[in-house]
DNA sequence: AGGTAAACGGGAGAGATGTCCCGTTAGTGG
DNA sequence: CCACTAACGGGACATCTCTCCCGTTTACCT
């Protein structure tokens, strides 16, 4: 409640404090490429962001919460979704959209560091959670529209699809850590769309035999 | 190569060496349930395990060793693949018992932490990685029996197709955080299925426009 | 049984990690 | 432009993590 009011960075956000954010969220950036999540120390990145230590214990409290919130910062920064005009297009411009987040480089690095440090940190898993949830609803508009255009069965669960896009992909690269291609990325949309159209995601659907 | 030689426990592995692993590892599991991984420390588990810190360190050497090593002794117990006669049914049996080791007790509670572990230490993703391959191909048997019971298209891939039953429920439990729930999984097996049944895991299948 | 050395255990100590205090700097509102 | 105080910075200090040394226990071989 009082909580708000007493986290430095709130009351006087302009100048000084925006600008030892930014250089923060830099150092941390570059401290993730170079040594991954577990190899981020607060230390190290006071350092390198030219600050007093005390001060990023102060404002962000450990690794997962400064990982969070450069997450925060790139997540204002990413781009729409695609309108390809057919669901088939959209799904797999979705799917590279997601393929490009997770292994393009700074950009990739940081992300999985956020999937990291979501596995430690409550408040990380938080912001991960709100953050995928957003993108989510975003591209479930695609599959939407693909319903009015009577591409897909009415009914289709718009966001349950578009989560199976992304799930493969994110299963291989948190639990079997094997690189994924952007034809990894395209088969999954494709397999996404073709169950889609087979009603798999639409009511009716038979769950219990 | 002379590596192996050189690990505490390798040459004299009875009598106590085996009880003081025995007891590591089970105060290792107990650490998981109460505190999870990052609550996991070195002395803690010596302190529990009525074992040497010493010795906890020099044998397993940082937490991500001691839940690999939890992880390679719950592997020899896992239970064999199941053949209920359909496809449909196995796929289910599957799903369902990727749910029960991802969300019961104590297991869940492990594998949830071997997640952790492997986001942030190469030997554990290693070994997730390995666990994880040797799942998929022995569920992949099914599949191959399908294709044969002209269940499934020739040419599906099997491996490919059992992935794809099992990564939702792993992009719920790592990205999302959401609950997964028995229903959860069926569906998963459904979905996946459909798909496959429709020819999305066989040759043939349209990845490029 | 008895000898040998693998493996363990305790404790000291170096090093990293995180906290606190307080003087200094510089946004912000008047 | 001035006063007020949020926010920063440096450094001392407590704490935790991890390593090393060396004496003790005990598994394994004959």
């Known amino acids: 409640m009082e909580q708000v009011s007493r986290v430095a960075g709130t009351v006087r956000p302009g100048g000084r404090t925006a600008r030892v954010r930014a250089a923060v969220l830099q150092a ?11 190899g981020l120390t607060m230390d190290q990145v006071a350092v390198r962001a030219g600050v007093g230590k005390t001060t990023v214990y102060r404002r962000w409290g450990s690794p997962a919460g400064l ?8 997540a204002d920064q990413s781009s729409p979704r695609a309108d390809t005009g057919s669901i088939d297009g959209d799904l797999r411009a979705n799917a590279l959209a997601v393929h490009a987040a997770l292994t393009d480089g700074r950009l990739g690095v ?5 999937i990291a440090a979501a596995t430690c940190d409550a408040q990380a898993a938080n912001a991960l959670r709100a953050f995928c949830r957003r993108r989510l609803e975003e591209w479930a508009g695609a599959v939407e529209l693909a319903v009015k255009r009577k591409e897909l069965p009415a009914g289709t669960d718009a966001v349950e699809l578009v989560r199976a896009v992304s799930a493969p992909l994110f299963y291989r690269l948190v639990v079997t850590r094997e690189s994924v291609t952007a034809e990894d990325a395209e088969r999954s949309a494709v397999r996404a769309l073709i169950a889609a159209r087979a009603g798999a995601f639409a009511p009716g659907c038979p769950v219990a035999p």
Request: proline letters at 0%.
């Open 67 to 74: 990982v969070t919130d450069l997450m925060t910062e790139l």
């Open 28 to 38: 941390t950036q570059d401290e993730l490429v170079e040594h991954g999540f577990q």
């Open 110 to 114: 940081t992300f999985e560091a956020m």
